[in-house]
Structure formats: structure tokens, C-alpha cells
């Protein structure tokens, strides 16, 4: 989230798409009540079913799964067509006054400019702004025989009256004007009159540009889990820049996470393609740090009179203080601070590409630890597949799941149990209650939690799991050398209990220390060698200093671990409680706050005080720690977007930064039930990934799969494990599909009657349950029904265990086509048939 | 349940005075009241669970039943329970609006109760000075009146013991100051608790600000007269339609049979029965036995 | 009549053996649900209930103790319908009720009180208010039976049902209770050889006479032809 659960309460108009937070997030949704209670504030949902917060709301949109981005597009050219725009906002703390490349072409007929069609790919050089003074884009950059990697140009040319027919507003103008209300309704189903009303509602906090009101939206996986998921984001994104939302309390764009700590693992690089921080991963063409940190250090990129931060141009000092931490000692200077230790990522190995290569015999072993990779999915037949494969599993868990029981997946015969070579280790794991350690929520606050039970039997905590099997392998490698020994062997282990370190050492080791005397050049502040860091601006690249991950430095410094606060005070009545816990970066809990300022300094709405600029004290103060360069005064006209270059938010986003194009573009999911209505010749994704095995299977209409499936959580169930639970079971006891009225009456299907739903992968199955929530609808002139299937059933449970069951996961139905830019796999949005049982 | 803390007012079939009915200095003005909005509540049961977890419920056996409503009636070990009511609304001009409306039902906690009055079992329901309605298990006899006495259908049986049970709207809680646990777990702050006067403000208050601005004309507080008030009110978008809400009684009322059986009936049956044998035993007195006279010359029977 | 009941010395067989033992059936039956019913009427009357085994023993037993009632009744119903049914006869007998009431025919000196006998309405084997006493204990059984099984399970009958049985149940107890009252006062304080009747089942032919000389002289000549 840019701002946070308790700022929520703050906002005049909330949007929810692609995300059912009453269902998901109960507790984090007081706030939206809250809103509504106190301030009167709106709540309109957007959503394939009518949901649970959809029955609190007051305006509901049914939309049809996947075409997100048609209706966002819809709202911004609705935007910019009826004067609910700030320019001052836009002009200033945005890109669109910013002239972009002459060669550069919108995507009319579905393709921006530089695809390969060969390749599947785009060449990007022209999604660029144009250089200062430099009409004409140069001619491409060669060294040693290869085209340079094109950088956004420094200085920018730019038309702060956003008039220029090349500046970016003109071209977001151009771009989303073919996104009328009746093309919304054709692609999204939406009858022209609701989207109309719900467009108005959103924007009205904007009306004629007035700044005093805000609007948030707040969205989930409904938005992610698609081939153009980060796509639907970005659209959103534009949406709320273009609205002046960001920044400010009430606003922003707020991810809800869907697992207490998924925050955290994201930010501490559970991902193939980060680093800890999100720092970009080394390529093999990264010879060496220095050119590593070249290419991933931005620069900044704006118009000569304005100024940029750049944060991220700090890169050098976080990525060496994290080899520090890594690598310990054995990291120096001449080195490379063990730069070379670090693997190089050559291509893409996201969760579904791990998948495929144990299906094609590429991965021999697996550790599966907390996640039941069988029941995610997506095409869970695959996955049961894989694992066949597989020479060994390894299944952390706290009860016996279909990952770890893949032998016995129902379909598989005892001649085919037979065969299977995989050895399947089991490990008992603690649950959430018996582990101490932080948890990151969405808001971006470290909470740091204690156990409350000891775990039982010979469950074991996760880290010394990992840190025993990590030591008998490092063990192996001293004695019998290896691949390269090297690198496990330099890594430091440096904990007072090295078989189980302490999360607390961990936490202080995240965090960071000075590793020599240094000092502070401004405030003459000093460090210690040894001391917990104050904060990331501490870090350096000469060694002396360490941090598993800058983001978290200041987290626990010298007064203790601030993520263990608990003081509830909120002085400015804005759910700002700086003593309570502690949020990245640097206890800021809205992130960039200085856009709730306008261009002198003074808050848009003197009722929502969050920063200002005090001309006595000459820096930034507040009610919020400022997310912004303290001392930069108004008139320097630093950006608010302190990590972009740019220091502006991206309406549009250059170069290879969303691998569709710069502007997100309405594509169909890979399994749709019309043509593109845009552009019927490029439907889907043009760069959308997908996989060609035997077993990823696709569907279409002409061969009878004409009904929009998606799929989602209940708030009884959380994801795979609570099917063990009996207090839930018997809230839940049984998997259904969702099935309009008129759906069921056409197939003569009651309330509770078996039915099958089939994809082009595999069949499902489950009872029926019939409801007036969603609605038949019409997509592009055609009528066309959604359903609906809550995923929490599979193999193994209570009620799968009695035989209530027909023991199908509901992700064998999945498509596995991803998202280039997150890798999410299509969850939502594929096509189905349905029949009775 | 602790009767030092807590002043009983009303006991269940008992003769005589309740040794608490005038006790209390401020009975009235202390009264408890759960105030429930169903504009706010999204059905996530967690009152559902608290409410088992606190009171250390047997988890029940369910089955589906084509709807997310966990049950289709409370249960001996299921005391409060959303029920869940698709609904289209017909608005102004022609159109529809849908709506999925959530009713949290439990105990009412009326201010006359009619689990208590038709209860024959001396001290098995007792209403304490706060309003709560409460089950003395120890002294319920088992014989299902205070089921068929209850205009909202709530307690409930448990076939192997053959007690009743009900929300007891956490008079243990109450007792030590804490607020019932289906209002500590609500995550949306949609159950409120207080006093009666202080929900009731609340609850006006909510009702206000929906026909302000949101809308909603109907909207309104289901605090139903016909049983003297409750101690559970609640929070409706459209007031006068209290049955859409999962079948809400319109005007619950104690049932006018009992309220015969326990009131006219009880005095002509009782001036009856004594009258009766009262009768005879004059009759005797007056008129004497029959005598056949041989037999008693004879003097044998 | 199925058996001989002009027995030697100049005694009848009133009551045989089986209808005795139904009689008293129905009677401590009625008895325990009488008081433990009381309990429920009331709860001024509630310690009936405790100290016959407790509330619940008495709630779980009563409506079990109500079948073997009812059985009784409609047992009795198998072999006294025919002798239970009202006739013309008895309606005449109405006229006289209130003479019997005040224990007239008593008042007479006793080579009178044959004649004022014989001036009422015969009867036979049993007067209108025995035949009254039995239909009303009859048909208040059914009706206790009845509303009784609908209060047994209040899970399963519907909630109008259970509220006219609330009240109906009770009201059944009272016209049952105000039979019980009379008859146990007549039967032990009023008629005298009464009680004895209904206990060891043999009358004097000079009691019987007195007080049913139709049934006696049914029986003597239905003794007559088995001879």
C-alpha cells in the first residue's frame, strides 16, 4: 500500500476493484467503515459477483472478469473529459508535461511501436522521452558490437501548459479516448448508464479540480491474477495520479496482501528477480560490481528547471552493504565485496517456470516449505506431473497435504502410485501462534510478534530447518568440493545458536550496523563500529557498513526493536500513530506525503495536515515523518516521487518498465469469449508468457467453453489449510460452485446438485449453489454468463477425508499464461463448460 | 451464574417474590443493549466463532444448503447466527436494486421475556437487573416451554440432556465488566455495546445519518415494543420490513396462549381446584354419605 | 357378558379381576400425573416435583407415565363402551340428579327409601354420573394425550400447534382434575362399599340393587341361562 489500513478512515471515496476486502480482510476493512461512519465517505465496488463488501457498498458494478483495465481506461478518458483533473498536480508531481519520443507509436492497433512478432517481444528504445532539445531521436548506441541498453535521457524536454500534442498528457489523452462508454459496455458488460454513474461517483472527489477531497482505491489479486495483471495496476495507478490521490491521507493505491507476511517476503526477495530491498538481480552480463551497479543505478531524469531526489541512486551504498551482510568478512573491497557469490539470473524462474522444468525433468528436488504448490496451481495436473518427476520433495507443513500426498491425487492408479520414483520427505513445521519474528503487513509496518505456544512433538521453528539443512550442505561442500564451493562456504553464520538463529539476531542483522567508527558529514553524528544503524541514509559502499536490507534499516537501532512499539496515540486524528510498530521507509506512513502539499508547500486540505513546509524551521514538517528530502525547499521543485528518476509519478512508463507498453492497454484474457473489440486482429497480450507442454491445454469458444470462470477466497477459509480446522469446516463444510439463476435454470440445475466444471486441463466438481448474484451479461453484444468457484477444497481435509467430497482442487481448471512483468498466472478470467453430475 | 453481582429481577416459575426485584439502585438505567447495525456487517461470522470459543461449544455437523448462512437455525452448541437474504429491492422507478442482506440472530433479551413466562420450572430463566435473559441450567426440568413461549424461534434443545440453551449475551463477561465476545471480535465495529440508552443514541444517531446521506428513508431501529423492549436492537436499512432480514417477527409479541395459560387460566383453575375440594368436603358436612340400609343392618361390605 | 357375576351368598361380581386392575392403573397413573402436573400448573405447587425425584425426573417422567394413562383409558374404552353408552333411560335419570345430589333417597326412612329408588330412572350397570365421569376422563385423556406427545417434542411440531397445546393441555387437566375431585369423594366418602368394590370386586345383591337394579337383573338372568 502507498498509504495504509488505518488511513483508509480518512478518505471521502473509496473504490474497490479486483479485491473483496469485507470477504478477505475483515479486520482491515473497519476502516472503510470507519470512513463511512465518520465522513459520510462513498463505497463503490467493482466486482464479477455481487460480494460481500459489495453488500455494504453504495454502488455496485458487476464487471466482467479480466476487462479491468477497459473500465479504469474508461474512467480516465471520463477524467480528462469532464474537468476532474488538478493541473497543478498533474503538471507538477507527474510525467505528463514530459515530451516523448517522436518514433514512438500508440498501440490503435493493439501494437506499440518496436514488437517483433518473431520474437514476441518488443524492441523499447522508443518508449522514451525525448532529451532536451533533441526533436529527432538519435540513432541507436553501439559498444563492442552490441546495441547499449537505452537509459531515460537525463534532462527532458517538457510542456508544463500540457498542451504539446507529444507530451505525455495529450498522448494518455489520445491513448484512452477510444475508451467510450460504449466500448466499456462492450467489453466489460457494464450497461452504459452504470458505468456513467460510477465513474462520476470515483471522480467526483476531483470535480472541476478541486483538491479538497480525496478518493482511494483498494484492490487485491482480482486485479493481479491475470496476463495483464500489473497492467490492471498501472491503470488504476494513472487513474489516481491523474486524480491527485497519491500522497495524500484517504488516497493512494492500496495493495491488499493476502497473507500476514507476504509483505514481508516480497520485501525481503521471496521472488526470483529481486535482491532483499528490491534490488534488481546481477545478469551473467554484469561482469563485474561496478558495471552491475552502473546498469541498475537510475539516474535522474527531468526537466532542467525542476529537481529530483533520485533515491534509488543510492543503490551502490544498499547493494554492498547487503554483500556485507551476506558474505561477512569474507567480502572486501578487492573482491568485489564477493560480487561474484552472488548467482546471476539468466532467465525467467518464476513459480510456474519451477513447475514447468520439473515436468521436463530440468529440477530433480523440490523444497516446499509453507506452500502447497498442488493445490496453487495453476493447472494443478501439471504440477501432480512435475512431481512424478521429481527424484526427491521435501514438504514443510503443519498437516499432511496434496502436495506432499501428490502419489495419491485422485486419477492415479495403483499401477501409476507404482512407478512413481519421487522420495517425499515430510518435516513438521511450527504454525503462526508457535513462531516469534515480524510480520510485515500491507501497510508496510514491521510488527514484531511473539509465541504464544511451544511447538509440539518434533515440529521444529523454520529457521532451524533451514539453517540445519544450510550447514550440513556447506558441511558437504568443504568436504567433498562441488560446483563451486565458494559460494556457500563465504557466507557468514555468525549467530550465537548457528543450528536455530535467533529472529531477533536476524531483525538486528536486517536492520544493519556500522562495522567501523564512521561519521555523519552533516550532523557530525557518530557511529561506533558494532552499533544498530538509525536509518538507510547511515549506509555506505565502502564496507563499513552492513544491512540484510536497507529498506528495514531503522528498524532496530541502539533504542531497541522499534517493530515491538505499541503506543496508540494518534495526536493528528489521522491514524498516523508513529509509536505504534514501525513501517518502511523510515517510519513514513504515507508514502509520498509531500504530493499532499501543493507546489509552495501547503496542504491541499488544511482538515488532513500530514507534512508541510515551515518557512521558520526551513525543512518539511508533520504529522507523518515527510517521505521527501527534508530541507528541499518549494521553490527547488523537487519531485515527490523520490524513487523514480524522474521524481514525478509515470503516467507514463518508459522503456522496459511494464513489458506491455507505456500505457496499459484493454487485452483479453488468453482464454476469452469474444475478440479484442479495440483490435480484433491482437486480442490477447501481445508478450503474454505461457508454457507448450502437453499439458497446458487452452480453450475456446467454437469448442463449446463459452462460460467466464474465476476463482477466489471465502471468508471462512483461509487458502488450503483450514480445511483442517473443524470450527471452519463447519462454518464451510463443503466446496460449491456459484451459478446465476438463469445459468441454472437453462441447465435444469437446482441448489445442491452435483455439477462439473470443465476447462480445456481438467474437470471440477461440486455442488451447485444457485444465487442471484451474478448477473447474465452481454460482452460485446453477446450473452455470456460468469461463474464462480471458491478454491479452498482439495484431496486432504475433514471433509475430503469423510468422503464429502469429489476431491478436485479447484486450480486444476487453471491456465498457466502469466504476467511478463509479475509472472502471475491467469487465475481469473478462463473459460468453462458446466453440466450437472 | 453469579447472583452477587448481578440482581435478579425476574425468576421463572417461582411463587412469591424475587429476592432481587428491589435491590438494585439504579435497575433500570443500567440496563445492557447489544446494538447490532446490519448496514455495516458483511457476514463474516467471527462473532459466530467467538461466541462458540468463548462459551467452549462442541463445533456442530453441517452440511451445504445453498447459501453461505452457516446453519438454518441457531442450535443447542450455535447460539448466534448471520442469516444471509438475497434480496432485490424495487426502487422508485421501475428498477431493481440488489441487496444481500445479514441479520446476526440470537437471543433478544426481551424485557418480557416469554421464555420466562411460560417456563414452569422454579428458577431454570431468570432476567437480571441489566435485562439479560439467562438459563439456570441446573434447575431446567427440560420441558421445551420456553421454546414455544419465545416469539423469535431461539432457544434450543440439546437432545442428549434435554436443557435449553441461548446467548447468554455473556453475562460472565458482563459481570466482570468485559463486553460479550461477539462484540469483541466483530472486526467492522458493527456491533456496538452499552446501556440501553447509550445504543439507542447510537442507533438513532446511524439511522440519521443513513436517510442523510445515504439514502436510505427507510432506515430505522427494531427495538420492538410488543415484548417491552430488548436488550439486542438493531440497526435496519428498511425498518418497516423487518421480515426480509431472515425473518424477523414484524411485532413479536409473548404469545397470547401463554399469557392465558399463566394469568386468567392459573387463577379460575386455582379458585377451582380449591373451590372443589372445598365443595366436597361442605357437601360431606351438609348431605353426609349414602347408606344402603339392609347392608348396613347387616353391617358388612 | 363374558363371565358369570352372580356369585354364591348373595354377592356379585361388581368388577372382575381386569378391570380392577385397569381401574388402578389409570388411577395411580392419574395420581402421579395429577400432583406432578400440579408442579407445572404452578409454582406454588413446583415442590410436588422435587420431592417426587426432582424437576427433570418428574418432567421426563410424566409424559410416560401419560401413555400408560392414556393406554388405561382407551383400554377401558375396549371394554366398557358398551356399558358406558348413554341412553334414553339416563337422560330421565337427569331429573333426579339433584335429589341424588342431596342424598335424598338417604333421608327416607328406610322402608321408603326402595320406593324413592324406584321412582328415579333406573339404572344400570353405571348411573349418568359414572357414565359422564368416564367420557370425560376418556376424552380428556385423548385430549391430554394428544396436546401431551405435541408438548413431549416441541422441536418437531410447528409453533400454533404448540401454542394452542400450552394452553389446551392445562385447561384438559382441569375438567379431568374436576372428575377426579367428584368421583374420588363419591367413590370413597359418598357411596359407601364403593371403594370396596373397585378393591376386592364384590358387592352385596342388596347394594347393588339399591343403587344399579337393571345390571342386576341382567346378570342374574344371564346366570339363570348358563345354568
Not at chain 3, 330421565?92 to 324406584?118: D, F
Amino acid at each position: 500500500m502507498t498509504n495504509g489500513w488505518i488511513d483508509i478512515k480518512n478518505t471521502d471515496m473509496a473504490m474497490v476493484i479486483g479485491g473483496n476486502p469485507a470477504e478477505n480482510h475483515p479486520c482491515g476493512f473497519k476502516w472503510v467503515m470507519e470512513a463511512k461512519r465518520n465522513r459520510n465517505a462513498k463505497l463503490l465496488v467493482i466486482d464479477p459477483r455481487f460480494t460481500r463488501t459489495a453488500a455494504v457498498s453504495d454502488y455496485f458494478v458487476q464487471i466482467r472478469a479480466g476487462s479491468d483495465i477497459a473500465l479504469l481506461g474508461g474512467m480516465i478518458n471520463y477524467a480528462i473529459q469532464n474537468n476532474r483533473i488538478n493541473k497543478e498536480y498533474v503538471a507538477n508531481f507527474t510525467n505528463a508535461s514530459y515530451i516523448v519520443r517522436e518514433d514512438f507509436k500508440l498501440p490503435e492497433d493493439g501494437l506499440y511501436s518496436g514488437y517483433d512478432a518473431t520474437k514476441r517481444a518488443y524492441e523499447k528504445v522508443s518508449w522514451n522521452y525525448q532529451p532536451a532539445g533533441q526533436v529527432h531521436p538519435a540513432p541507436p548506441e553501439i559498444k563492442d558490437g552490441k546495441p547499449v541498453p537505452p537509459k531515460m535521457p537525463e534532462v527532458v524536454d517538457h510542456d508544463p501548459m500540457l498542451e504539446n500534442p507529444r507530451c505525455v498528457f495529450q498522448l494518455l489523452k489520445k491513448h484512452y479516448s477510444r475508451y467510450t462508454p460504449e466500448m466499456v459496455e462492450r467489453i466489460t458488460g457494464i450497461p452504459k448508464d452504470q458505468f456513467l454513474k460510477a465513474a462520476d461517483m470515483f471522480t467526483s472527489v476531483r470535480k472541476d479540480g478541486d483538491m479538497t477531497k480525496v478518493g482511494t482505491i483498494i484492490y487485491a489479486v482480482g486485479l493481479t491474477q491475470h496476463s495483464y495483471g500489473a497492467q490492471m495496476i498501472r491503470t488504476a495507478c494513472v487513474l489516481q495520479l491523474l486524480l491527485g490521490n497519491i500522497g495524500r491521507a484517504g488516497g493512494g493505491m492500496n495493495a491488499l496482501r493476502g497473507h500476514s507476511n507476504i509483505q514481508g517476503a516480497t520485501d525481503m526477495a521471496g521472488i526470483f528477480d529481486i535482491l532483499p530491498g528490491y534490488l534488481k538481480v546481477p545478469v551473467p552480463a554484469d561482469k563485474d560490481l561496478k558495471s552491475y551497479l552502473e546498469r541498475i543505478t537510475p539516474k535522474p531524469s527531468k526537466p532542467k528547471e525542476w529537481d529530483s531526489f533520485n533515491y534509488w541512486s543510492n543503490t551502490p551504498k544498499f547493494a554492498v552493504s547487503l554483500l556485507k551482510a551476506v558474505y561477512g568478512d569474507a567480502a572486501k573491497k578487492e573482491n568485489d565485496f564477493c560480487f561474484h557469490h552472488l548467482p546471476k539470473v539468466d532467465r525467467r524462474y518464476s513459480f510456474a517456470d519451477i513447475w514447468n522444468d520439473m515436468y521436463l525433468g530440468k529440477v530433480k528436488g523440490l523444497f516446499a516449505i509453507g506452500m502447497n504448490g498442488v493445490m496453487i496451481g495453476p493447472d494443478s495436473k501439471k504440477n501432480i506431473e512435475a512431481l512424478k518427476k521429481a527424484d526427491w520433495l521435501v514438504v514443510g507443513e503443519i498437516y499432511p497435504d496434496e502436495t506432499s500426498e501428490f502419489w495419491k491425487a485422485p486419477g492415479t492408479t495403483t499401477e501409476e502410485m507404482q512407478k512413481i520414483q519421487t522420495t517425499v520427505y515430510r518435516l513438521p513445521c511450527a504454525g503462526f501462534a508457535e513462531k516469534d519474528g515480524t510480520f510485515v503487513n500491507s501497510a508496510r509496518w514491521l510488527v514484531w510478534k511473539n509465541a504464544a505456544l511451544p511447538t509440539p512433538g518434533d515440529a521444529k521453528l523454520d529457521q532451524e530447518i533451514v539453517a540445519r539443512i544450510f550447514l550440513k550442505v556447506r558441511e558437504l561442500y568443504a568436504k567433498e568440493g562441488g560446483k563451486f564451493p565458494e559460494g556457500p562456504l563465504s557466507i557468514a553464520w555468525a549467530y550465537s545458536n548457528p543450528n536455530s538463529p535467533s529472529l531477533s539476531e536476524v531483525a538486528k542483522e536486517i536492520n544493519g550496523k556500522a562495522l567501523a567508527d564512521i561519521e555523519d558529514p552533516k550532523t557530525k553524528q557518530q557511529m561506533k563500529a558494532g552499533q544498530q544503524l538509525p536509518g538507510f541514509a547511515w549506509l555506505r559502499d565502502d564496507g563499513t557498513t552492513m544491512a540484510g536490507n536497507w529498506l528495514y534499516c531503522g528498524s532496530w537501532t541502539e533504542a531497541g526493536a522499534l517493530s515491538q512499539r505499541r503506543d496508540l496515540a494518534d495526536p493528528s486524528g489521522l491514524g498516523i500513530h508513529q509509536n505504534f510498530a514501525w513501517s518502511w521507509p523510515m517510519n513514513r506512513r504515507v508514502m509520498y506525503n509531500r504530493a499532499s502539499c501543493n507546489l509552495d508547500g501547503k496542504p491541499w486540505d488544511p482538515s488532513r495536515k500530514q507534512v508541510w513546509w515551515s518557512e521558520a524551521a526551513q525543512k518539511w514538517v508533520g504529522n507523518d515523518v515527510p517521505d521527501f528530502k527534508p530541507d528541499s525547499h518549494p521553490k527547488d521543485h523537487m519531485g515527490p516521487f523520490i524513487m523514480n528518476g524522474e521524481g514525478v509519478g509515470r503516467l507514463f512508463t518508459p522503456l522496459g518498465l511494464m513489458a506491455e507498453g507505456p500505457f496499459p492497454e484493454h487485452y483479453e484474457p488468453f482464454e476469452s469469449p469474444i475478440e479484442n473489440p479495440l483490435h480484433p486482429k491482437v486480442t490477447n497480450n501481445p508478450v503474454v508468457k505461457k508454457f507448450t507442454t502437453p499439458l497446458d491445454k487452452f480453450g475456446n469458444t467454437g469448442e463449446g467453453y463459452n462460460i467466464v470462470c474465476t476463482t477466489y477466497r471465502l471468508t471462512e477459509h483461509y487458502h488450503y489449510w483450514t480445511k483442517n480446522n473443524p470450527a471452519l469446516v463447519q462454518e464451510v463444510p463443503e466446496p460449491f460452485v456459484e451459478i446465476p439463476l438463469e445459468l441454472a435454470a437453462e441447465k435444469g440445475i437446482k441448489g445442491g446438485d452435483r455439477v462439473k466444471v470443465t476447462t480445456a486441463r481438467a474437470t471440477y466438481e461440486a455442488k451447485a449453489m444457485v444465487t442471484g448474484r451474478i448477473k447474465p451479461m452481454q460482452i460485446d453484444g453477446k450473452p455470456t454468463y460468469q461463474i464462480g468457484i471458491p478454491i479452498h477444497w482439495g484431496y486432504r481435509g475433514i471433509a475430503e477425508d469423510e468422503g464429502k467430497t469429489a476431491l478436485t482442487p479447484a486450480n486444476f481448471l487453471s491456465p498457466t499464461t502469466l504476467d511478463p512483468n509479475a509472472h502471475t498466472p491467469e487465475f481469473k478470467g478462463f473459460l468453462v463448460k458446466l453440466e450437472k453430475a | 451464574m453469579s447472583q452477587a453481582t448481578l440482581r435478579i429481577t425476574k425468576i421463572s416459575g417461582h411463587a412469591g417474590a424475587v429476592p432481587g426485584s428491589n435491590m438494585s439502585r439504579d435497575a433500570k438505567e443500567k440496563q445492557v443493549c447489544k446494538m447490532v447495525d446490519t448496514t455495516t456487517c458483511i457476514g463474516c461470522k467471527a462473532c459466530e466463532i467467538a461466541c462458540q470459543e468463548w462459551n467452549d461449544l462442541p463445533f456442530a455437523s453441517t452440511s451445504f444448503n445453498n447459501t453461505y448462512q452457516t446453519m438454518p437455525d441457531t442450535a443447542w452448541n450455535f447460539w448466534n447466527l448471520i442469516r444471509f437474504q438475497e434480496y432485490q429491492r424495487p426502487n422508485s422507478d421501475g428498477s431493481k436494486t440488489f441487496m444481500w442482506l445479514m441479520r446476526k440472530d440470537q437471543c433478544m433479551h426481551c424485557a418480557d421475556p416469554g421464555c420466562l413466562e411460560a417456563c414452569p420450572a422454579d428458577g431454570a430463566i431468570v432476567q437480571y437487573s441489566n435485562g439479560i435473559v439467562d438459563f439456570q441450567t441446573d434447575q431446567c426440568i427440560g420441558c421445551g416451554y420456553c421454546i414455544t413461549g419465545c416469539p423469535f424461534n431461539i432457544p434450543k434443545l440439546n437432545p442428549v440432556t434435554h436443557k435449553v440453551h441461548k446467548c447468554t449475551l455473556c453475562a460472565d463477561r458482563v459481570s466482570g465488566n468485559l463486553e460479550p465476545a461477539c462484540i469483541k471480535a466483530c472486526p467492522t465495529g458493527c456491533l456496538h455495546f452499552g446501556t440501553k440508552e447509550d445504543m439507542l443514541f447510537q442507533a438513532n444517531r446511524r439511522v440519521q445519518q443513513l436517510k442523510t446521506h445515504y439514502g436510505m428513508a427507510e432506515a430505522g431501529v427494531y427495538d420492538p415494543p410488543g415484548v417491552g423492549g430488548t436488550s439486542v436492537i438493531y440497526v435496519l436499512h428498511d425498518a418497516t420490513q423487518p421480515e426480509l432480514y431472515g425473518g424477523l417477527p414484524r411485532d413479536p409479541r409473548v404469545p397470547w396462549t401463554v399469557k392465558l395459560w399463566k394469568h386468567p387460566l392459573k387463577w379460575i383453575g386455582n379458585i377451582a381446584i380449591i373451590g372443589g375440594v372445598v365443595g366436597t368436603f361442605m357437601h360431606y358436612l351438609r348431605y353426609g354419605p349414602k347408606i344402603v340400609p339392609e347392608d348396613n343392618a347387616k353391617g358388612g361390605h | 357378558m363374558e363371565e358369570n357375576r352372580v356369585l354364591h351368598g348373595g354377592r356379585l361380581l361388581r368388577y372382575n379381576f381386569r378391570e380392577r386392575l385397569v381401574h388402578w392403573v389409570a388411577g395411580l397413573s392419574y395420581i402421579y400425573l395429577l400432583l406432578t402436573g400440579l408442579a407445572f400448573w404452578s409454582p406454588w405447587c413446583f415442590w410436588i416435583a422435587v420431592i417426587l425425584g426432582g424437576g427433570s425426573v418428574s418432567r421426563v417422567l410424566h409424559p410416560w407415565v401419560g401413555l400408560v394413562y392414556a393406554a388405561s383409558v382407551i383400554y377401558m374404552l375396549g371394554i366398557w363402551s358398551r356399558d358406558m353408552e348413554i341412553t334414553d333411560t339416563d337422560r330421565k335419570w337427569t331429573q333426579s340428579i339433584g335429589a341424588y345430589v342431596r342424598n335424598e333417597e338417604e333421608e327416607m326412612l328406610p322402608e321408603h327409601a326402595e320406593r324413592a329408588w324406584q321412582q328415579w330412572a333406573p339404572v344400570d350397570r353405571f348411573n349418568l354420573g359414572q357414565k359422564y365421569l368416564f367420557w370425560t376422563m376418556f376424552w380428556g385423556g385423548i385430549v391430554l394425550l394428544v396436546t401431551g406427545v405435541v408438548l413431549w417434542f416441541p422441536e418437531r411440531a410447528p409453533q400454533s400447534i404448540r401454542l394452542i397445546s400450552i394452553l389446551v393441555h392445562p385447561i384438559a387437566f382441569l375438567v379431568t382434575l374436576a372428575g377426579f375431585i367428584i368421583h374420588v369423594y363419591m367413590g370413597t366418602a359418598i357411596v359407601r362399599g364403593g371403594f370396596t368394590s373397585i378393591i376386592r370386586g364384590e358387592v352385596t345383591e342388596n347394594w347393588a340393587r339399591h343403587h344399579h337394579r337393571l345390571w342386576v337383573e341382567r346378570i342374574t338372568e344371564d346366570a339363570a341361562a348358563r345354568k
